[in-house]
C-alpha cells in the first residue's frame, strides 16, 4: 500500500500478527518490524539468515516500512531486543477489595482497573489493549494465569482455570462478570456452577440434573467431563 492508506494498512497487520502470535503459540510479542519485499537477508542457500535479521535487529540497520513496540509505557527506542518476559519485575500485590464494593461500582471504573491491569501483566501499551478482542490474543499464558489470580483476589471473582483462555471472554465480557461476581456460562466447575450450586439442585432434589439423571431425592449428582 501507498500513501494515507499505508500507515493503517500497516497497523492493522501488525494487530493481527501479535493476535495471531497469542492466540496460537500463548507468546506475548513485544516488537514487530515490516520489511520491504526481498530485503531479508539469506544464505546462499536461500533460507533465511537468522543471526544476520538478529543483529540488524538489535543495530536497526533492517530495510523496514513500519515498526511497531507493544511494550507498556515505553517509547519505540527505549525497546530492548529480545527482551523476555522473566525480566519483567513482578507487579505489586494490592489488597483485597471486599466483594460488596467492587459489585457497588460502575462498570466504567471496573473496565478502567481491568485494562490497567492487562496493560501492567500483559507488557503491553494501552492503545494496543482492545476491550473488544478475545483476552487470550492479548496476554500470553502466562500472564493470563497471572491475570486470573488477581482476578480472584482483588475482584472477589472466582474462574474456572480455562475461562480467560475462550476466544468469547473480551474485557467488555469480563467487566460484566466482575460486577456479578461470578460468569454464569462458567460451566467448567470452578466458576459460576461452582459459586451457585445450590440453584442447581431444588433443596429435597428431584429437579434439574438430577431429576435428568434419575437421583434420588437428597442426593446432589455432579457431572466430570
Known amino acids: 500500500p501507498k500513501g494515507k492508506d499505508a500507515e493503517s494498512t500497516y497497523k492493522t497487520l501488525a494487530e493481527q500478527i501479535r493476535s495471531a502470535i497469542n492466540t496460537e503459540h500463548s507468546l506475548g510479542i513485544s516488537y514487530i518490524a515490516l520489511l520491504k519485499p526481498r530485503t531479508i537477508p539469506k544464505t546462499t542457500s536461500g533460507k533465511i539468515a537468522r543471526a544476520w535479521c538478529r543483529k540488524g535487529f538489535v543495530n536497526k540497520t533492517l530495510d523496514s516500512v513500519y515498526t511497531k513496540s507493544f511494550k507498556f509505557n515505553s ?27 467492587i459489585r457497588n461500582m460502575d462498570r466504567k471504573d471496573i473496565m478502567e482497573m481491568l485494562i490497567n491491569d492487562v496493560c ?76 451457585n450450586v445450590q440453584h ?8 434439574g440434573l438430577a431429576q435428568k439423571l434419575g437421583c434420588p431425592p437428597g442426593v446432589v449428582c455432579c457431572v466430570v467431563m
Open 200 to 207: 442447581a439442585t431444588p433443596p429435597g432434589g428431584g429437579g
Open 75 to 101: 517509547q519505540e527506542s527505549d525497546m530492548e531486543p529480545l527482551e523476555i518476559e522473566q525480566n519483567r519485575p513482578n507487579p505489586r500485590v494490592a489488597p483485597k477489595v471486599d466483594a460488596e464494593t
Open 120 to 195: 501492567t501483566i500483559g507488557g503491553i501499551s494501552r492503545e494496543s489493549c482492545d476491550k473488544d478482542v478475545p483476552i487470550v490474543s492479548l496476554m500470553s499464558s502466562i500472564s493470563i494465569s497471572e491475570f486470573k489470580g488477581k482476578i480472584e483476589h482483588e475482584y472477589s471473582t472466582k474462574l474456572s482455570d480455562e475461562y480467560l483462555f475462550r476466544e468469547t471472554t473480551t474485557l467488555i465480557k469480563l467487566t460484566e462478570v466482575v460486577k456479578q461476581g461470578f460468569a454464569p456460562d462458567d460451566t467448567d466447575g470452578e466458576g459460576a456452577s461452582a459459586a
